[in-house]
């Protein structure tokens, strides 16, 4: 069944964009469980070098944090898609901008350096889940492996004395190589918020605030934005909220029966099989 043709006003918009927020796992790549062995999908790497070409800026936001940004960059290099080093955001960056502008300090980190690099690059102290430790804030992200009983007792102790919670992520999966894999940030989230009643507060996308943090790395206007990913559940929703263009690609978690009973509204302005595609609307 041949593709529908897609919208003339959608495209004339995709091209007259200032800038691309683009997806990491399941656009531009995809790996093991453990984020490992990454490969680039189809048109990524012809992608970023045409915008690299066009010289339209353009950053890579990931809602994993099991690397620092600068770690992501590189292994987005070493699987042939030629980002910069300074490319890739994380909800770790957008939760510096986050916690300052509240006024938290002191944040216990359930995570790893992912996590931490960031927050600590940005002034703010980090601190180990450990019980009896006092925090501002408690912040949740990739803590798969190190997870511990303990560690959860720590974080529900802390909101319990008056720490605001905030979670990297909420989604339930992500897209790998071996299929969908569950992430860390929203069990961790379920457990606090069901024993201590906590507001979970997103940082990572489709948090507006996700989306603010891109476009000020990139000095473009939120509205001037093109959001390009594969959750149906994040970049596009995240796109609505900001009034950004709208782009779902079907090499991850969405396929063509993603959107089938979504409001019109709230559907991808245009949904492409790959980066290769929407490299050729960019262009043709």
């Not at 069901?194 to 476009?215: E, F, I, M, S």
């Not at 782009?247 to 029966?257: E, Q, S, Y």
Request: aromatic share 4%; glycine share 10%.
């Amino acid at each position: 069944m041949p593709e529908p043709r897609p919208d003339a006003a959608a495209v004339a918009r995709l091209r007259a964009t200032r800038g691309f927020v683009l997806d990491m796992d399941g656009t531009l790549v995809l790996g093991d469980r453990e984020n490992r062995g990454l490969r680039a999908l189809p048109g990524a790497a012809g992608f970023v070098e045409l915008l690299a070409a066009r010289g339209t800026p353009f950053c890579v936001f990931t809602n994993g944090t099991a690397k620092t940004p600068p770690e992501c960059a590189h292994a987005l290099q070493e699987a042939g898609v030629p980002v910069p080093d300074d490319a890739v955001l994380t909800p770790a960056v957008a939760a510096a901008d986050v916690l300052r502008r509240r006024g938290h300090r002191r944040v216990m980190v359930l995570g790893g350096k992912g996590l931490t690099a960031p927050l600590e690059a940005a002034g703010l102290e980090t601190l180990p889940p450990l019980r009896g430790t006092s925090a501002d804030a408690v912040l949740a992200g990739w803590y798969r492996d190190e997870l511990t009983f303990a560690a959860l007792e720590a974080a529900c102790a802390a909101v319990s004395a008056g720490a605001r919670f905030y979670s990297a992520s909420q989604s339930a999966f992500f897209a790998t190589a071996e299929g969908r894999t569950l992430g860390s940030s929203r069990v961790i989230s379920a457990v606090v918020r069901d024993l201590t009643g906590a507001r979970v507060t997103v940082v990572g996308k489709p948090a507006l605030p996700a989306l603010r943090t891109a476009a000020r790395h990139l000095g473009v206007a939120v509205t001037d934005l093109a959001v390009v990913g594969d959750d149906p559940t994040l970049e596009v929703p995240m796109a609505h909220r900001g009034r950004a263009l709208a782009v779902a690609v079907r090499t991850g978690l969405g396929d063509a029966d993603a959107y089938r009973d979504v409001p019109a509204d709230r559907r991808p302005h245009l949904d492409v099989a790959d980066l290769g595609t929407l490299a050729s609307l960019l262009v043709d």
